[in-house]
Antibody
Framework: VQLLESGGGLVQPGGSLRLSCAASGFSFGSYAMSWVRQAPGKGLEWVAGISGNGMITKYADSVRGRVTVSRDNSKNTLYLQMNSLRAEDTAEYYC???????????????WGQGTLVTVSS | QSVLTQPPSVSAAPGQKVTISCSGNNSNIGNNDVAWYQQFPGAAPKLLIYDSKKRPSGIPDRFSGSKSGTSATLAIAGLQTGDEAHYFCGTWDSSLSVVFGGGTKVTVL
């Protein structure tokens, strides 16, 4: 399993950014995926999740209405569109292969290497 | 402030055993299995324990997990210097989201 994130960078408050995660080594469309972020020196925070077929999405309260998770199973790619970015969105963003959403046994079995998003003027 | 509560740090001498607690409630740990992740500085997290007590292939049996009620515990036996890292617990929450603990730094004295 390989998960390769891209799209991070420096963006001004109020700006937008789209993260991508190229997946390989497994049947991408068969697995739920999530984005998990980690602010500098802080713990893990789940951001959003999407089912294998893309029909079900879930968001953390802290980002709901500002971010959209999507996937293109024909391209084996996961996306995170982030709008109205705030300083508190500054973090390393990890792409994560997970067990199904809503599962009583939810966990991340594979992590990408992360992409850094910095929101600052 | 994280939904799941972990001690900020634990420490022990090489060869000793440490335990890390993860406390939640009936919305999360009480009704769902827990996973544990290990993270070294500058690296992505790695799955250590899933379904509260199962180890992925390649994880030494020095690492073990347990769950009772609304709390879970990660134990590291035969502590090694290479175990110095941050450890996070995580699970599904009935609020329809995923929750993590704040993380615990393990120091080998």
């Amino acid at each position: 399993v390989q998960l390769l994130e891209s799209g991070g960078g420096l963006v001004q408050p109020g700006g937008s950014l789209r993260l991508s995660c190229a997946a390989s080594g497994f049947s991408f469309g068969s697995y739920a995926m999530s984005w998990v972020r980690q602010a500098p020196g802080k713990g893990l925070e789940w951001v959003a999740g999407i089912s294998g077929n893309g029909m079900i999405t879930k968001y953390a309260d802290s980002v709901r209405g500002r971010v959209t998770v999507s996937r293109d199973n024909s391209k084996n790619t996961l996306y995170l569109q982030m709008n109205s970015l705030r300083a508190e969105d500054t973090a390393e963003y990890y792409c994560a292969k997970t067990t199904p959403l809503y599962s009583s046994s939810w966990f991340v079995d594979s992590w990408g290497q992360g992409t850094l998003v910095t929101v600052s003027s | 402030q994280s939904v799941l509560t972990q001690p900020p740090s634990v420490s022990a001498a090489p060869g000793q055993k440490v335990t890390i607690s993860c406390s939640g409630n009936n919305s999360n740990i009480g009704n769902n299995d827990v996973a544990w992740y290990q993270q070294f500085p500058g690296a992505a997290p790695k799955l250590l324990i899933y379904d509260s007590k199962k180890r992925p292939s390649g994880i030494p049996d020095r690492f073990s997990g347990s769950k009772s009620g609304t709390s879970a515990t990660l134990a590291i036996a035969g502590l090694q210097t290479g175990d110095e890292a941050h450890y996070f617990c995580g699970t599904w929450d009935s609020s329809l989201s995923v929750v993590f603990g704040g993380g615990t730094k393990v120091t080998v004295l």
